[in-house]
């Protein structure tokens, strides 16, 4: 169901690939695409508040082009960065179930495979993210406990925690701006 602020938009409504290139050395995956974010523009974490705070701290540490994303089209690039996510189908209630990132882990470790040559760091948002991310990493024992600023090394990849840039973290203030642009440059130097 649209939102009445974007009635007269056209929804994308289909799977939300990943965003950024293809050769990137960091990889940040996500949770799944917002209802009325990526499931209405097409592009990872574009069109809502938690895509707002995202691509902004992206951009404060070099590793976007700009500090918003509207819409596909709007001129924003990633720098050595690609963002996907375990679920890239808008999930009903807006709230991916453990069986909906089981049932699309492939594809999430398709898109590992084929970043993995260039590969040298992942930031997970969030601890759905995190248990998607085990599996495709090989089920390491014993499993890495998630928390916010947390550094791993697993399968010859730095592998950092960040809280999700929901609205629910950023707005209450688990999640600040400076918490995640720390966790980021970590990432990004670890590249």
């Known amino acids: 169901m649209k939102r009445a602020a974007f009635a007269s938009e056209e929804y994308w409504g289909r799977p939300v690939p990943g965003f950024g290139p293809m050769d990137a050395a960091l990889l940040i995956v996500g949770l799944a695409p917002a209802a009325h ?42 720098h050595g960065v690609r963002i996907t996510a375990p679920v890239h189908c808008a ?41 998607a991310l085990m599996p495709v990493l090989g089920n ?19 592998v950092f925690g960040s809280f999700h840039v929901s609205q629910q973290n950023t707005f209450t203030g688990r999640l600040t701006p400076a918490m995640l642009e720390d966790v980021l440059r970590r990432a990004k130097d670890a590249c």
């Open 37 to 78: 974010g990526a499931n209405r523009t097409g592009r990872m974490f574009t069109g809502d508040r938690s895509g707002d705070f995202l691509y902004r701290a992206m951009f404060n540490v070099g590793l976007a082009s700009q500090p918003t994303a509207t819409h596909i089209g709007d001129g924003l690039t990633l």
């Open 140 to 158: 390491p024992r014993p499993r890495p406990k998630f928390g916010h600023g947390v550094e791993v090394e697993l399968a010859g990849l730095r």
């Open 91 to 131: 999930p009903p209630g807006n709230k991916p179930t453990p069986e909906e990132r089981d049932n699309c882990r492939m594809w999430l470790e398709e898109e590992f495979a084929l970043l993995r040559p260039t590969l040298r760091a992942v930031l997970v948002l969030g601890a759905f993210g995190w248990n």
